[in-house]
């Protein structure tokens, strides 16, 4: 069996690096991936969905070293879920239940330079506010 997702959107925070106990590097930044379309109304909705990234080994360094905050990224990954296969789900601060996606990354591509993620402004994404980042 086989399975590998691929997804293109904002870093919403830096990435927070860390060494597991064994020694292993682990990076993990959230990823908003948004789209746009209109309702029946003709009112335009952008709907994001945030991801939970984890890159390991040499790709967490590497990730840890050259991303940021708003960078453009494509991850391609494997989707991972809980002990049953779901996603992971938590209570927010407002009370209400939410849910995680969380994806194991084999390869992150960088598609924006640093000097455009100062320049750029995706509000409603990962150069947003730190407060949309809901993990």
Known sequence: MFQQLMLIGFLGKDPNPRITPAG???????????????AEGGELITQTIWWQISAWGKLAETCS??????????????LRGDEKG????????DGAAHASFDVVAAKVVFLSSKDEVKASTQPDTAAGDDDAVPF
């Open 24 to 38: 292993a590097n682990i990076t993990t930044f959230p990823l908003a991936t948004s789209k746009t379309f209109r």
């Open 65 to 78: 070293a050259y991303l940021q905050k708003g960078s453009k990224v494509m991850v391609i990954g494997e």
């Open 86 to 93: 779901h996603p992971r789900v938590w209570k927010g601060e």
